[in-house]
């Protein structure tokens, strides 16, 4: 806890202990006061100097303390010259003993600090004090300067890192990461990043190359937070090294009434709290929570696969009043003419719709049709097969090039 000065007339936090510095005086004060005075953990030497500056130069006014908590005590210099004797002059107890450069701050605090005297002011003073003298006095104006801080750097690199782009990555990730350049802008210029908890089974080359996209990430996110702190510029951490705990971006379903029933109207948040996808847009189909795609119906009743930042990809085929499903790694997607196409599990359409007729995929393949008629029949695991009718049916691999392979009924 700062001690206290008087300024221009008005109470300022002093951002030093000068009697600490004077430790033979200070042990003396230490059994001069009630033992049994109230120390706590922003104060363990249970006491506080107050101090004014008297012919340019400081000097103690008096120490306070508590014996119950709200109730200050104040013991007046006249009661302490002889602790203080060697430092005694015809104005008080000088702090003679003293040099150094210390602030003093008042008004909101700016920027907080864990250690009190790492917190800054809106309004300081920088005193640059020799031996007890004020060598000089400077006064600044502290700010804050828009940008991302600590949380927002974790949401930005959460919501840009692609877990996809690494598939054995499978739960938390912990970096470690020092800035190495910052400009006074606010621009990382250059930063080291390195792993302390990964998740899944991953190989030292691809976690080296996620270190490095996360590196790249981190310098895409930009401006970040600062402050003009007593005229220099000065970013939001105290140091130059952060720990960033990345999580996969998913987004959960939220019911008005708090019941996720196929039908109900729906919200999507996502990881850190945000509504991606506002209540009214859809309903809910099969999907409360989306890591990468999801499928919900919109307004139309139209089964739609969006992704977990709320993008619609394609629209869903449906077995009857629902979605089609993954099968061989892909599921169906129709257009609004009702031809049919299909999707991986990414969302990525891979094969445009343009058949009439479409069935899933099993072994690589898949049989379709690109005009005429079909039989329709419902399977015992919900799915909706194709058979018969006349035309051929074509046989398509998974890109959609058609194979030497014709059949009059299907399979």
């Known amino acids: 806890m700062p001690d206290y000065i008087v300024l221009d007339g008005k109470g300022w936090k002093f951002m030093a202990k000068p009697v600490n510095l004077a430790p033979v005086c200070q042990e003396m004060l230490v059994q001069y006061l009630p033992e049994n005075r109230i120390v706590t953990s922003a104060n363990w030497d249970g006491y506080l100097c107050e101090w004014v500056i008297k012919n340019d130069s400081l000097y103690l006014h008096r120490v306070t303390f508590e014996m119950e908590i709200g109730a200050k005590i104040a013991v007046d210099t006249d009661s302490l010259y002889k602790i203080f004797r060697p430092y005694l002059t015809h104005d008080g107890i000088c702090a003679s003993w003293f040099s150094g450069e210390v602030r003093a701050g008042r008004g909101d605090m700016v920027r907080y600090s864990e250690y009190s005297f790492m917190s800054y002011y809106e309004t300081e003073y920088v005193l640059k004090i020799e031996n007890g003298g004020i060598a000089h006095m400077e006064l600044y104006h502290n700010r804050t300067i828009d940008g991302y801080d600590y949380d927002n750097i974790i949401k930005g690199v959460s919501k840009r890192f692609d877990y996809d782009d690494f598939p054995g990555l499978d739960g938390r990730l912990l970096v470690e990461c020092n800035v190495v350049g910052i400009t006074s802008g606010g621009i990382v210029t250059d930063i080291e990043c390195r792993p302390l908890r990964v998740d899944g089974k991953l190989p030292p080359n691809k976690i080296k190359e996620m270190m490095k996209k996360i590196e790249e990430t981190l310098k895409s996110i930009r401006p970040w937070k600062r402050y003009c702190l007593n005229g220099d510029t000065a970013w939001f951490l105290d140091g130059y090294r952060l720990v960033l705990p990345i999580v996969r971006n998913r987004l959960k379903a939220c019911a008005k009434n708090g019941k996720l029933n196929a039908g109900e109207d729906v919200c999507y948040i996502n990881t850190f709290g945000d509504t991606i996808v506002p ?114 049916w074509l046989c398509i691999d998974k890109s959609g090039a058609i194979l030497p392979f014709l059949s009059p009924i299907g399979y």
Request: charge should be neutral; glycine fraction near 14%; proline fraction near 3%.
């Open 279 to 392: 209540f009214g847009r859809y309903k809910y189909c099969c999907h409360d929570t989306i890591e990468g795609i999801g499928f919900v119906y919109n307004n139309k009743g139209d089964i739609i696969c969006i992704d977990n930042s709320g993008n619609e990809l394609a629209k869903v085929f449906k077995c009857g009043n629902r979605p089609d499903m993954e099968q061989d790694g892909f599921f169906r997607i129709v257009d609004d003419n009702g031809l049919i196409g299909y999707a991986d599990m990414s969302g990525c359409i891979t094969i445009k719709p343009q058949f009439r007729y479409a069935n899933p995929f099993k072994n690589g393949r898949a049989w379709v049709k690109l005009s005429g008629n079909a039989f329709a029949t419902s399977a015992q695991n919900g799915m909706t097969y194709f058979s018969g009718g006349n035309n051929y």
